[in-house]
């Protein structure tokens, strides 16, 4: 549905603009007099507005299901509720959003109708669980639980960028450091040794070539050539390959391990037990469940899961036949129990809450440690590159003791 901008006059003669969806010329105009806006003139959304209009947040969306679920919840239409939330929003974005949301719930579409004609900003899973929860009466609750599980994995996301970043600038500023000595520092104690006649030992002396050739016309040639292909290629590299290259191997890597598993258990767990508590099926949790697991080998491992319930096998059997790193014993004794007692939705939300304290402290430790670790490596190893400068000082000191 194409998407205008417009200006207008309210009903209190105030100039007002936005912009809003219609077929036409004829269907704009009857849909601001409907909100009493006396149309002045209009012009199809420009690229910059389109982009905009699609930026919808994370914590954007958080808000609004937040607030549809507070709304709904103490007995208030979904038509009342979306056009209250219109008329209190600020930002452009989401009103021109939940201005397109109201227009087809008042055509007679479904909220989840609605929703579907933005896919950029409700992708499947939310699209699914809102259906269900109109389906049951439960939309209130639905939305409530959609906005928690957007809020904490996007929480989880940025607590992974911040443990990442600490070592990201420790190495860039490592990285600075070595190169400042090979290009400055290096170049004091060769004329140093030269001047004083010392026997330069084999290691000293490749560190010296490779203080030349940094400081040479050839070295800083390969490495503006070296960013150079590296900035032209990075849009040529599959980085689908890549991905899954990254996605075999981190799931086995001392000290990252742990926290990769824990990070897409939680969010395996999360999945199926907001879908079960919805009233959606195993087979529909567990296929949406391929598409929120982060890491590729574990899409993998739930495809496997979801085959072998399809062949009847029961949810807990399938788990215990099934080898991955991601699957452990805990899950699967959680998820027998269970499936014995009939309460496998609040089996696995207390299993969600115990992973989520225990991915938090994993976090929290890495975030502590990487730090004093890498300081006590960088360290180690500019250590041993000055020592190796001072070893040839250190050589002709002896000789004049003798």
Request: hydrophobic share 45%.
């Amino acid at each position: 549905m194409p998407l205008f901008s417009w200006k207008g006059i309210d009903q209190s003669g105030k100039n007002v603009k936005g912009t809003i969806q219609a077929l036409s010329e004829y269907q704009l105009k009857e849909l601001l007099l409907n909100r009493h806006i006396a149309l002045l003139s209009f012009r199809p959304a420009t690229s910059f507005t389109l982009k905009r209009y699609h930026q919808i947040q994370p914590e954007q969306l958080c808000s609004l299901l937040e607030r549809l679920a507070l709304l709904i919840s103490n007995g208030v239409e979904l038509a009342v509720a979306l056009h209250v939330i219109e008329n209190t929003t600020t930002d452009k974005a989401l009103k021109t959003l939940v201005t397109t949301l109201t227009q087809g719930v008042e055509k007679g579409q479904s909220l989840h109708q609605a929703m579907k004609n933005h896919p950029t900003v409700f992708n499947n899973f939310v699209v699914n669980l809102v259906a269900t929860g109109q389906h049951t009466g439960k939309l209130g609750c639905v939305l409530g639980n959609i906005a928690e599980h957007i809020r904490y994995r996007q929480a989880i996301r940025t607590q992974f960028k911040q443990a990442a970043l600490a070592p990201s600038v420790t190495l860039i500023f490592a990285g600075i450091l070595v190169i400042g000595m090979l290009t400055f520092v290096f170049p004091y104690f060769e004329s140093l040794y030269q001047s004083l006649g010392a026997v330069i030992p084999s290691a000293t002396k490749r560190i010296l070539r490779l203080s030349h050739f940094v400081r040479s016309w050839q070295g800083i040639s390969t490495f503006f050539g070296a960013s150079l292909l590296v900035l032209f290629c990075w849009p040529f590299i599959p980085t689908k390959t890549l991905k899954n290259m990254l996605d075999r191997i981190t799931p086995h890597l001392p000290f990252i391990a742990p926290l990769v598993i824990s990070n897409n258990i939680l969010a395996f767990v999360q999945t199926i037990s907001l879908y079960l508590s919805s009233g959606l099926s195993l087979g529909m949790a567990l296929e949406q469940a391929q598409h929120t697991v982060p890491n590729n080998q574990f899409k993998n491992d739930v495809a496997q899961l979801l085959s072998a319930i399809n062949r009847g096998k029961s949810f807990s059997q399938a788990l215990a036949e099934h080898s991955s790193p991601f699957i452990d014993e805990q899950l699967v004794t959680i998820v027998r129990v269970g499936e014995s007692s009939g309460t496998l939705d609040h089996a696995l939300h207390a299993l969600q809450e115990h992973l989520k304290n225990d991915l938090t402290k994993r976090l929290n430790t890495f975030s502590v440690l990487i730090g004093p670790l890498l300081m006590v490596l960088l360290g180690g190893i500019i250590g041993g590159i000055m020592i190796l400068l001072y070893i040839p000082v250190f050589n002709l000191g002896s000789l004049f003791h003798q």
